[in-house]
């Protein structure tokens, strides 16, 4: 009994001794990830940094991160509005929602969208689709895929003409 509360005391401090090595700086959002310079992507394309260690990644440096389209950011959002957003982080590009069923469907659908590049090109999206039973098959994944794309183009032309 008296080692098992040891072992239980040793595992507490070494959670707050990983947790404690955490930076305390908060992230900060940068305006730039989401800026489009002339009405053209910037052609960097994702970059991560490396640091000293492991923990340097959840550090919030200005040059760490992953910088998001927002015509595919926004489409996504559109398109899939009948879907309940459980979270959305614009600083890795991942859009998770929970189950909805479209207008005029009767199957439960949730999606997880994840936006890994600036460009807006279909290599910088990725969508998983799922119904309560499993994934959808390839020709549904690729339906919602090109609508998102096919709307994410509408909005750069509507933004070039203002």
Do not use: H
Not at 111 to 119: N, Q
Request: overall charge negative; aromatic content about 6%.
């Amino acid at each position: 009994m008296m080692l098992f509360s040891v072992k239980r005391a040793a595992c507490a401090l070494s959670a707050l001794a990983l947790l404690g090595a955490c930076g305390d700086e908060p992230a900060t959002f940068d305006p730039d990830a989401v800026t489009i310079e002339s009405g053209r992507e910037s052609k960097g394309g994702a970059r991560v940094t490396s640091g000293t260690s492991l923990l340097d990644i959840f550090r919030g440096s200005e040059d760490a991160g992953v910088k998001v389209n927002r015509y595919l950011w926004t489409a996504s959002l559109q398109v899939l509005d009948f879907l309940p957003i459980q979270s959305a982080d614009p600083f890795t590009g991942v859009i998770s929602t929970g189950f909805g069923v479209p207008p005029g469907g009767g199957r439960a659908y949730r999606a997880t969208i994840l936006i890994s590049d600036p460009a807006l090109d279909a290599r910088s999206l990725n969508v998983a689709i799922a119904t309560q039973s499993g994934p959808v098959d390839a020709d549904t994944r690729r339906a919602v895929e090109d609508a998102i794309l096919s709307r994410a183009r509408q909005l750069r032309i509507q933004a070039e003409n203002y």
